[in-house]
């Protein structure tokens, strides 16, 4: 068979148009990366020093420049935030019943089922997504020991409230602040609630190191504690005192993390304006809500855009997704589904969804958008007139026709 150049010429535009969609496809998030020969002097550092981890120099500057830079006292860092979850629970040596949101990543959960304690889901407030501390009290039985909320989208939770019903029963509070890096309240960082909060510093995540995390803690008692606990529970030379795990950061991501400190300002100032743009460009768009940010109480640190796509909206949620990712927007439904829909968890009693009214509804209509650094301005752009031009909004269809 003989193919004439034409032929070759039309195959060879095709693939070259292909691989355009595909560099122009969008997603919900991308690592942010200093300049990679930045990150030269620190290696070499550590290729002379041969200290690799075990809370090597890097490892030790990374805890106290992050306290200084989150205000914070104690900080312990980890492998990721999961083993800081687990850990955490270990610490306080929590037991039976852990009150929490449906709300969240697995993982979450997960650091219950892993301590064999047992989760029990409660409703979320409709406005910040957060455990509905009106209704955790309904939940508490004998068997309950802690509670484990979590700062959904980095959005303070109410964390007054909580803590008086914990106080009231005697109650443990562990935060997974897996999202609120760098947020604060007017009593100052947002990590310094409850008994301890768990960091992420994934990839995924506003202040990444590749794979890390953290423990904030409110005692040097409990920091060391916590710190024995990372490294197989190994208290000096010859003194295992506890089952302890390997939770260790490496001296790379720790340098990785003093590096990215540098950038992290910047980070969240581009976070910040496409925020902005989003939500100008969602102002008055019928059945489209921007999560509230109330600025007066906090400040955030823009990890994600999440909205929900109301019933007075054109299409659904899922056909909004999908129609995003036809024009190569791949935005996120999380959380979708909830927690307490997964097969290890439908069956307690409060997964039911007459328990859970408001996640229900809030994991049918959230679409997190795409926000990162550098992520383009005309990006964004797209995105807003994609979603606009799906609306019923009268006066939107009115104004692009004149
Ligand atoms: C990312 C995330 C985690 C897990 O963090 P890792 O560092 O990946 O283990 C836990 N909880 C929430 C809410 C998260 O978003």
């Given at each position: 068979m003989r193919i004439e150049l034409g032929e070759v010429e039309t195959v060879a535009s095709e693939i070259n148009q292909m691989k355009l969609r595909m560099m122009k496809n969008i997603y919900v998030t991308q690592p942010f990366l200093p300049p990679l020969e930045e990150m030269i002097p620190f290696m070499k550092r550590i290729w002379e020093n041969r200290v690799l981890t075990n809370c090597g120099p890097f490892h030790q500057e990374l805890e106290s420049t992050l306290a200084r830079y989150l205000g914070v006292t104690h900080i312990s860092l980890f492998a990721n935030a999961t083993i800081g979850l687990i850990t955490a629970l270990q610490a306080l040596r929590i037991k039976g019943e852990v009150i929490t949101t449906p709300y969240s990543f697995v993982a979450t959960s997960h650091s219950l089922l892993w301590n064999g304690i047992k989760p029990v889901f409660v409703d979320i407030d409709p406005d910040t997504f957060n455990l509905d501390p009106s209704?955790?009290?309904?939940?508490?039985?004998?068997?309950?020991?802690?509670?484990?909320?979590?700062?959904?989208?980095?959005?303070?939770?109410?964390?007054?409230?909580?803590?008086?019903?914990?106080?009231r029963y005697n109650l443990r509070v562990i935060y997974d602040a897996a999202h609120a890096?760098?947020?604060?309240?007017?009593?100052?960082?947002?990590?310094?609630?409850?008994?301890?909060?768990?960091?992420?510093?994934?990839?995924?995540?506003?202040?990444?190191?590749?794979?890390?995390?953290?423990?904030?803690?409110?005692?040097?008692?409990?920091?060391?504690?916590?710190?024995?606990?990372?490294?197989?529970?190994?208290?000096?030379?010859?003194?295992?005192?506890?089952?302890?795990?390997?939770?260790?950061?490496?001296?790379?991501?720790?340098?990785?993390?003093?590096?990215?400190?540098?950038?992290i300002d910047e980070v969240i100032a581009c976070r910040k304006s496409i925020d902005?743009?989003?939500?100008?460009?969602?102002?008055?768009?019928?059945?489209?809500?921007?999560?509230?940010?109330?600025?007066?109480?906090?400040?955030?640190?823009?990890?994600?855009?999440?909205?929900?796509?109301?019933?007075?909206?054109?299409?659904?949620?899922?056909?909004?997704?999908?129609?995003?990712?036809?024009?190569?927007?791949?935005?996120?439904?999380?959380?979708?589904?909830?927690?307490?829909?997964?097969?290890?968890?439908?069956?307690?009693?409060?997964?039911s969804h007459s328990n859970l009214p408001v996640a229900v509804e809030v994991a049918q209509q959230i679409l997190c958008l795409p926000i990162y650094p550098g992520l383009d301005m005309s990006a964004v752009e797209k995105i807003i007139d994609l979603i606009r031009e799906c609306s019923w909004q009268p006066g939107v269809l009115a104004a692009e026709a004149r």
């Open positions: 209704k955790i009290e309904a939940a508490i039985t004998p068997d309950t020991s802690a509670i484990m909320p979590v700062h959904c989208y980095g959005h303070p939770c109410d964390v007054h409230a909580i803590q008086r019903v914990a106080d890096f760098g947020v604060s309240d007017q009593d100052g960082s947002i990590l310094q609630h409850g008994d301890l909060s768990i960091l992420s510093f994934h990839a995924t995540k506003v202040f990444n190191t590749f794979e890390g995390g953290a423990i904030v803690s409110g005692s040097s008692g409990l920091k060391r504690h916590i710190d024995d606990l990372k490294n197989f529970g190994i208290a000096d030379e010859v003194a295992v005192v506890a089952p302890g795990i390997n939770g260790k950061m490496s001296e790379f991501n720790a340098a990785l993390g003093l590096l990215q400190l540098e950038y902005q743009r989003y939500r100008e460009g969602f102002a008055g768009v019928k059945g489209i809500r921007c999560h509230h940010v109330d600025k007066d109480a906090y400040t955030p640190n823009y990890a994600y855009f999440p909205v929900l796509v109301g019933p007075e909206y054109g299409i659904s949620r899922d056909e909004l997704y999908m129609k995003l990712k036809e024009h190569g927007v791949y935005c996120r439904r999380y959380f979708y589904p909830l927690i307490s829909d997964y097969p290890m968890y439908r069956i307690l009693p409060s997964s």
